[in-house]
């Protein structure tokens, strides 16, 4: 006789076999504003139009918030603040888990919904959900361990107790890349830490998003929890609630500009700030290293969600000596892509978001090319439906070419190279970007090296892939402030809070 335990797994094995079909899906999200526990339709009503980059389909229209929404926003979650930091730690551990448990039955609706409207591989979306869904598990894990601690002072005249309370009401603004774990990153470590959260979906990948509150509602999380605005004015429903004194603390995912422009805004009123921002990651390649595992960890970092990544490796830096191997290893593979929808079986490389980003992949390859550069393959536009950009690599990339400066955000592997290890610190750190690095050498003190040498939050030694819940994610230099995820992700969303009293013996 089965146990309920394997017969939910076979029912949930059935039920994700089961084909989720497109037009169910799409009339499944709802359309609203997510405002104190209801979809309401914003003051303004529609119509804010989400895309489909692989045809230029409107997917969906939905409410397209106002000012005066976002602040209704920020009045549920201010409304709302003191009951959930007062809710038990394990109440609020269940409800993440819940969602992490419904995430997974819905794992299916979720990819295919982020594959119509960003573009990814279906399989790709798959392994969001995965590593997005982590994050509400992990969290549920952590909410229970909010820790303090109790000592006596060194001069044995009192006793010092360190606690941590929830930040209070927080903004967070996400980016369209990848449209799940972005929001679950933020939002899984504020419910943990007692925050109650606006949320800001990029307008051209809102969807997820929605449906994602959706979830949390179906989770058993209360009313004005979480509140989700989407918008396509983001700057003017965003700045009153920034310069809103009720607001404590904004977390922001996206590019270095708009993140300096909300520090500046964050300023006026103190608030905490975690910014997770732009990058430019070396990918560097030693002549001691196993060129065939640098192969497959390179195809990974550069052509991982169609390149559109902001730990996407963006100049492969190669020792001369095996820089030929390198990109010739690396050309067949990339020849053998298969370019489409994301929906279709086999695509490995889907459609980037919109015309600009095809037209920006473009202008940089032009530009190195008009250095000196080599295209090897690719290296065009495709003309017809949606916005696909030839997976691309360039060889012999002068320096000075605008693609090792700018954050190339598509499918284009650009090949520098280097004489020795000095010289390769020295191009890899060249960039105001310190995200994430990659290191291929199989010489364990020079890897040891390159940890302690190279200017980045984040290394993959010898692997083309580092993220995970259980980390700490983040960046130094320009790429940001503070860290998702791991044991430091919880702290974003705490303030410490020390008090002296008196010994109690004296
Ligand atoms: P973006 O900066 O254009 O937009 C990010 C978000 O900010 C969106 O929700 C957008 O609507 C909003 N926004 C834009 N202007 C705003 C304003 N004036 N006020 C308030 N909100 C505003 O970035 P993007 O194009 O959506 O995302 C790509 C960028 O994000 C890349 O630079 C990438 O490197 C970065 N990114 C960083 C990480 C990380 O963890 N470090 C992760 C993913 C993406």
């Not at 298969?338 to 889907?350: A, F, H, L, R, S």
């Not at 495709?382 to 916005?387: A, D, K, S």
Request: aromatic content about 6%; glycine content about 10%.
């Amino acid at each position: 006789m089965l146990n309920d335990k394997v017969k939910d797994v076979l029912e949930g094995a059935k039920g994700a076999l089961e084909k989720v079909t497109e037009k169910a899906l799409l009339a499944a999200v709802p359309s609203g504003l997510y405002i104190g526990g209801e979809w309401v339709a914003g003051e303004q009503g529609g119509d804010l139009k989400v895309y489909n980059p692989a045809n230029g389909e409107v997917l969906k229209s939905i409410a397209d918030a106002s000012p005066a929404d976002g602040i209704r926003a920020l009045d549920a979650a201010v409304a709302a603040a003191d009951s959930w930091a007062a809710t038990a730690p394990r109440v609020r551990a269940e409800i993440l888990r819940k969602a992490f448990d419904l995430m997974q039955e819905r794992k299916e609706e979720f990819a295919l919904l982020m594959t119509l409207e960003m573009g990814k591989p279906l399989a790709e979306a798959r392994g969001e959900v995965a590593y997005g869904g982590e994050f509400l598990r992990w969290f549920s894990e952590e909410a229970v361990r909010i820790s303090g601690r109790y000592g006596t002072n060194p001069e044995g005249t009192g006793r010092m107790i360190v606690s941590q309370h929830p930040v209070g009401p927080c903004f967070l603004i996400t980016p369209w890349n990848f449209p799940l774990a972005m929001a679950t990153r933020k939002i899984g470590p504020a419910l943990a830490a007692g925050c109650t959260v606006v949320v800001k979906p990029a307008a051209l990948t809102p969807l997820t998003t929605l449906y994602f509150a959706k979830l949390l509602e179906d989770a058993g999380l209360p009313a004005g929890v979480v509140n989700v605005v989407t918008t396509s004015t983001s700057g003017a429903v965003s700045d009153p609630i920034i310069a809103d004194p009720r607001l404590r603390k904004i977390s922001f995912t996206g590019s270095t500009p708009v993140g300096v422009s909300l520090m500046k805004k964050a300023a006026d009123n103190v608030l905490r700030t975690s910014m997770e921002l732009g990058g430019n990651a070396p990918f560097v390649v030693f002549e001691d290293a196993d060129l065939d595992k640098a192969v497959e960890g390179a195809l990974l970092a550069k052509f991982r969600n169609i390149g559109e990544a902001c730990t996407a490796a963006n100049r492969f830096i190669v020792h001369e000596s095996v820089a030929e191997e390198f990109a010739a290893k690396v050309t067949e593979k990339v020849k053998a892509f298969k370019v489409g929808p994301g929906v279709e079986d086999g695509v490995t490389i889907g459609a980037l978001i919109d015309d600009r980003a095809v037209a920006k992949a473009n202008s940089l390859v032009q530009d190195a090319v008009s250095r000196g550069a080599t295209v090897r393959t690719g290296g065009n536009a495709i003309e017809g439906e949606g916005t696909f950009y030839e997976p691309t690599v360039v060889s012999d990339v002068r320096p000075g070419s605008d693609i090792l400066r700018e954050e190339i955000f598509g499918p284009v592997l650009a090949i520098v190279t280097f004489k020795d290890e000095d010289d390769a610190v020295r191009i890899a750190n060249d960039t105001e970007y310190g995200l994430m690095s990659y290191v291929f050498t199989q010489d364990l003190a020079r890897g040891q090296r390159m940890i302690e040498r190279l200017e980045t939050g984040m290394m993959g030694l010898n692997v083309g892939v580092v993220s995970n819940a259980a980390a700490p994610f983040g960046g130094i230099k320009q790429s940001g402030l503070g860290r998702e995820g791991g044991f430091e992700g919880i702290h974003e969303y705490l303030s410490t809070k020390y008090t002296m009293t008196p010994n109690p013996f004296a």
